[in-house]
């Protein structure tokens, strides 16, 4: 555990690339090696400039700390890229990530035929039926689903992995704790109890914009091929696509009608020389010869009974939070915190500076409130001061 802290010091280093810390580590060895080093031996490291040594001179371990403490709470461990269990397909790419943070039990990439799934958020009822029929039938054929849970094409493709009891795999772009997009929080834990969560930021950080394109590498990096089902011109399904192909790695496309927005970059790519695909087995099939102990034709090629969003949700109804009547003689809230409960939201975590914004509340009175509310279970905190209203209002 004490290395490890030494591991996070590196890649928690504000102003440094990756690449800047993969040479530190090629050229001393371990991070320890590069914490104890003076700057005369730093500036030898292939590609350093003064600016990045400078950097390296802050030895505080204070967020080291913490961030191991997180993990001990939230039950994530630590993957290096010198871990024997790093997988040997993601330590080969361009860029791959020193730390990972791992929910779950990680399967032996480097064995299994893992195929990314990816495509847009915002799908038509075509694009998720076909990620969802995708899915299953690439778990029953004996594929790893790897995805970004996305909303969306990510979503329904894991959904179909998921009912076939298939492994998943789910790459964040965030902390492992915070769940993004909110209305795939039971993915999380569906994924990390079939197979495992992902991630290279610590806990609780935040799904900045800049976050998913830097994810999409080791998405397809783990993957022997990317499935690409709905994109419209412009997506971040293509961004992981184009990284596949730098990375050697296979892609595959589902055909949409030639007049749909959302199948236009799926149409380009099967244009360009992605494999064209309308059933797992047209994928599959590919990898059989070097996989044969693992890949299951016929499974390939079974539906589940029932697919889509809404079969699903009343096969797994959601629990419905508890009533609260405003008018009840009993309850005893003030104004500002009945002002709280009407601005939030049952779904969507809210920040407390928006509450602050849309109620007009002063800070000090909007966080007494917050705190009270939550000592009566009627609101629920999550990670980056978001809150979230447990209860269902009735006047």
Known sequence: MSALKYWLWLTELRGLKNQTRLALLRHFGTPEDVFYADAGEILLTEGMTREQAAILEDHRLDAADRILADCQRLDLRLLTIQDAEYPGRLKNIYDPPCLLYVKGRLPAFDEEVAVAVVGTRDATPYGISSAEKLGYGLARGGAVVVSGLAKGIDAAATRGALRAGGVTVGVAANGLDVRYPWENRYLYEDVAAAGVLLSEYPPGTEPFKTNFPVRNRIISGLSLATLVVEAPERSGALITADTAVEQG???????????????????????????????????????????????????????????????????????????????????????????????????????????????????????????????????????????????????
Do not use: M
């Open 249 to 395: 790695r296979d892609v595959f496309a589902v055909p949409g009608p030639i007049d749909a927005p959302n199948s236009v970059g799926c149409n380009r790519l099967i244009r360009e020389g992605a494999v064209l695909t309308a059933d797992a087995w047209d994928l599959l099939q590919e990898y059989e010869a070097r996989f044969p102990d693992k890949l299951r034709r016929e499974e390939a090629r079974k539906e589940p009974e029932k697919l889509g969003y809404e079969a699903r949700q009343k096969e797994e109804p959601r629990p419905v939070p508890p009533s609260l009547r405003l008018s009840d003689p009993a309850v005893s809230l003030t104004d500002d915190q009945i002002a709280l409960l009407r601005a939030l939201s049952d779904e969507e975590p809210i920040q407390v500076d928006d509450l602050i914004e849309q109620t007009g509340i002063p800070t000090r009175r909007v966080l007494s409130a917050l705190t009270l509310l939550e000592i009566e279970q009627y609101v629920q905190q999550h990670s980056g001061k978001h809150y979230t209203r447990a209860v269902t209002l009735t006047e």
